[in-house]
C-alpha cells in the first residue's frame, strides 16, 4: 500500500468523541480561570476540558462500536452460570458493629491497690513491721526462743571446713584436713555412703546453680533445678531421723498461695479514713485471696497482681493427730471457719491447713527485682494476725484449770530467708509487743561452691532441728496446751 493511500485511510476515520465537559464555560473567559482550575497545565498544553471536536448532541454519551465496554456491558456479556458463580465466591464485607455501650459492657477486674509499696510502708500496718541490722550484742535483745537458733546459724556462716563430712573431706579438699578427725580409726561404711550420696547430690545442685548464672535462668528455672533440690535434701531428705509419731518438718512450694481474706492486716487508723474498710492494707477481691464465692480455696481464681504478697516456700511443722497441740489446733479452726475452709496460717491451702509454718522462703534471681523484705514483712505481718485471733478464741472457749498461760505473750519467733542468686540470708521475726521486728541479714551459706552449699545445709539443719523442738514447745504455749 502506497503512503497515499495510507493517509486518506486515516482521513476517513471518524474521530472519537472528547470527554463532555463538566459544566458550561464562558467561550470569552479569561486565561487566568483556566489556570486556576487547572494549576498543573504547562503554557503548552491545552486544557482538559478544551476540545476541539464537537459533538452533536444526539450522539454524546451514546456507545460505538469499538469503545470500551462499561460494567453494565461486561456483566451481560458473561454467561448466566458463570456470573452466578462470581457473586457466590466474591469476598463480601462484613458489617461494622456498634461499639458496646458502658451499660451492656462486660465489667472490668479491679486490681487491688495498696498503701504498702515499700519496705518502709510496713511501719503503717495496725502492728507496725521494722527493719532492724544484726550489730552489737544481738543475743541480749532476742528472745529467749530464737537466741539458740541465732547462734548455730552464725557458726555455720563461718564457712569452716568442720561443716563436711569427715568421710569426704579428702574428696572435697583434695586432701583430707589436718583436722580431719578421721585419726587412725576405720571409717564407718555406713556413713561413708551416706555421706557420698550426699556429696554427689550437692554437686549437680553446684552445676545446676552455675548453669543458671551462665544461661540467666528466670526464677522459676533456679527454683526448680536448684533450690528445691536443695531444700528438699534438708527437710524431706529420706535420710532425715524423725519422729514421725510425734514431730516432724516439710518442705511446701507456695508461690502462688496468697493470704486469706481473715489475715489481711489492718492500717493505723491514724492513715486512714472513717470507712472502716480501707482500714485494710490492701483491698480485697476473690482473685486476689484464691477464694470461691463460698469461701473455699480455688487455685484457679488466683492472680499475680499480689505478687508481692506472696512467698516461696515455707517450711511446716506436721504434728500427731494424737497430741494435744494437734487436737487443740483443729478444734480452733473448725471452730473459727467463718464460712471459710479451716486453716490455721494466713493462707488457705489446704496442704498446710492444719500445720504451722515456721519458716518462710523468698527467692530472687537478681537484687534489682522487687524487694523481698516487703513481700517477707506483709506476710510475716498477716501470720501474726492469725495466730494473735487464734489465741484470743483459745481463750474464749476456755482453758483447764492449772494450765500454764503466758503473763506477756508474744507470738513465736520464726526465721526468714532471702536468697538472691547464689547467696542465703536469713532474718530474724519476733515480736515485741505492740510491733514486728525483723532482725538481718545474716549469711548462713549458697550455691557458689560446694563448701557454701555445705554451710547452708548446716544452717537449714539448724533450722528443721530448731522447729523440731523450740518451735514445736513455742507454738505449744502459744494456744496454751501441752506439748
Not at 503554557?43 to 454524546?60: E, F, L, Q
Not at 545442685?205 to 533440690?229: F, K, M, Y
Not at 534471681?365 to 489465741?391: C, F, N, Y
Amino acid at each position: 500500500m502506497s503512503p497515499l493511500s495510507v493517509r486518506r485511510w486515516i482521513e476517513s476515520l471518524e474521530p472519537r468523541p472528547a470527554k463532555r465537559r463538566r459544566c458550561d464555560l464562558d467561550d470569552n473567559r479569561d486565561a487566568s480561570d483556566d489556570d486556576f482550575n487547572h494549576p498543573y497545565n504547562t503554557p503548552n498544553t491545552p486544557s482538559p476540558t478544551n476540545s476541539n471536536v464537537d459533538m452533536p448532541k444526539g450522539t454524546r454519551g451514546r456507545k460505538r462500536a469499538g469503545d470500551a465496554l462499561g460494567d453494565d456491558d461486561l456483566a451481560s456479556s458473561i454467561p448466566s452460570d458463570t456470573r452466578q458463580l462470581l457473586q457466590d465466591t466474591t469476598p463480601k464485607l462484613l458489617p461494622t458493629l456498634p461499639k458496646p455501650s458502658s451499660s451492656t459492657s462486660s465489667p472490668k477486674r479491679q486490681r487491688s491497690t495498696s498503701p504498702i509499696k515499700s519496705r518502709l510502708d510496713l511501719q503503717l500496718l495496725e502492728k507496725p513491721v521494722y527493719i532492724s541490722g544484726l550489730e552489737g550484742d544481738i543475743t541480749s535483745v532476742l528472745p529467749v526462743d530464737i537466741q539458740s537458733l541465732y547462734t548455730q546459724l552464725q557458726a555455720a556462716g563461718q564457712f569452716q571446713t568442720s561443716i563436711v563430712p569427715v568421710e569426704v573431706r579428702s574428696k572435697v579438699f583434695g586432701q583430707a584436713p589436718a583436722d580431719s578427725g578421721l585419726g587412725t580409726a576405720a571409717p564407718d561404711p555406713v556413713k561413708t555412703a551416706v555421706a557420698e550420696a550426699v556429696l554427689s547430690r550437692i554437686r549437680d545442685i553446684l552445676h545446676e546453680a552455675v548453669l543458671s548464672t551462665d544461661q540467666q535462668r528466670h526464677e522459676c528455672g533456679w527454683n526448680n533445678l536448684v533450690h528445691t533440690p536443695l531444700l528438699k535434701l534438708a527437710f524431706n531428705s529420706q535420710l532425715e531421723i524423725s519422729k514421725p509419731d510425734v514431730v516432724s518438718v516439710r518442705l511446701e512450694p507456695v508461690m502462688t498461695v496468697p493470704i486469706a481474706r481473715d489475715s489481711v492486716p489492718r492500717l493505723q487508723t491514724l492513715f486512714t479514713d472513717s470507712d472502716v474498710s480501707s482500714v485494710l492494707a490492701w483491698s480485697l477481691s476473690h482473685e486476689s485471696t484464691g477464694t470461691s464465692q463460698s469461701g473455699d480455696f480455688n487455685p484457679a481464681q488466683i492472680r499475680t497482681s499480689s505478687d508481692n504478697r506472696k512467698v516461696d516456700y515455707v517450711v511446716v511443722l506436721d504434728i500427731a493427730d494424737n497430741t494435744p497441740l494437734k487436737q487443740t489446733i483443729s478444734r480452733l479452726i473448725m471452730s473459727h471457719r467463718d464460712r471459710t475452709q479451716p486453716h490455721v496460717n494466713q493462707t488457705l491451702y489446704p496442704s498446710i491447713s492444719h500445720s504451722p509454718i515456721g519458716l518462710s522462703i523468698e527467692t530472687k534471681t537478681t537484687s534489682a527485682s522487687r524487694d523481698p523484705l516487703l513481700q517477707l514483712g506483709i506476710w510475716v505481718a498477716a501470720w501474726h494476725k492469725r495466730m494473735t485471733e487464734l489465741r484470743a478464741l483459745r481463750l474464749q472457749q476456755g482453758v483447764p484449770v492449772g494450765t500454764p498461760t503466758l503473763n506477756d505473750p508474744r507470738v513465736v519467733s520464726v526465721p526468714l530467708i532471702v536468697v538472691t542468686g547464689h547467696d542465703w540470708d536469713a532474718y530474724l521475726a519476733c515480736d515485741e509487743g505492740n510491733s514486728i521486728r525483723i532482725r538481718g541479714p545474716l549469711r548462713i551459706g549458697g550455691t557458689l561452691t560446694v563448701l557454701h552449699i555445705y554451710a547452708l545445709l548446716a544452717s537449714l539443719t539448724a533450722i528443721r532441728d530448731w522447729m523440731k523442738t523450740t518451735y514445736f514447745k513455742s507454738i505449744a504455749e502459744w494456744f496454751v496446751c501441752e506439748s
